[in-house]
């Protein structure tokens, strides 16, 4: 139920978390921001990208997270996100329903209901947070822009679709962007 929801109204991260909320939602500046539900093109580059971290990762520290896992880049910030793909290495910031600090890596997967959110807000948000490196996959382009945390700023990298992308927080890991954008080569 999305019953006694007002545009306009301020939430408090707790009012957002005792909402009965029906469909994915996140919370920004105490503004609430419906999600649409993804498109089948959107889940195949999240279950590619998905699963080559996940095979990477097992049986390492860090743990592979996907939305809905809520991460709330500061406790005292009325702001919660629910990224596609994110992966935490210290533990300490997990809780039971997401996590409280910035994730070693993010990635997000544009649609036309949040592109200007992924591209805007949570960019700068992400930046100040201390989120070490953010994705932003383009399904419908078939690229990747990486950005990588360097003395407080992002450094952008572009890759395309047949390129093997390393993931700077992961060392030794690769990510083979033709997996993931298989459909533009068939």
Known sequence: MNEGLSQGQ??????????????????IDGQIF????????????QMALTGQLWTFLRNKPCQL???????????????????D???LCDPSK?????CVGAPDMIIEILSPSTAKRDKLIKYNDYMQAGVKEYWIVDPE????????LIDGQYIQHTYYGN???????????????????RNAFE
């Open 10 to 27: 301020y939430y408090s991260y707790e009012d957002w978390v005792g909402l009965d909320i029906e469909g994915l939602s996140e919370l």
């Open 34 to 45: 419906m999600m649409a539900d993804p498109t089948s093109r959107h889940q195949e580059v």
């Open 65 to 83: 997270y996907t939305a809905p896992f809520g991460v709330r880049l500061s406790p005292f910030k009325d702001t919660a996100y629910e990224p």
């Open 85 to 87: 793909i994110l992966v």
């Open 94 to 98: 997990r809780r039971t329903r997401g």
């Open 141 to 148: 382009h078939y690229y990747m822009d990486a950005y990588r």
């Open 163 to 181: 390129d093997i992308a390393p993931v700077q927080v992961l060392q030794g890991c690769e990510i083979d962007l033709s997996l993931v954008f």
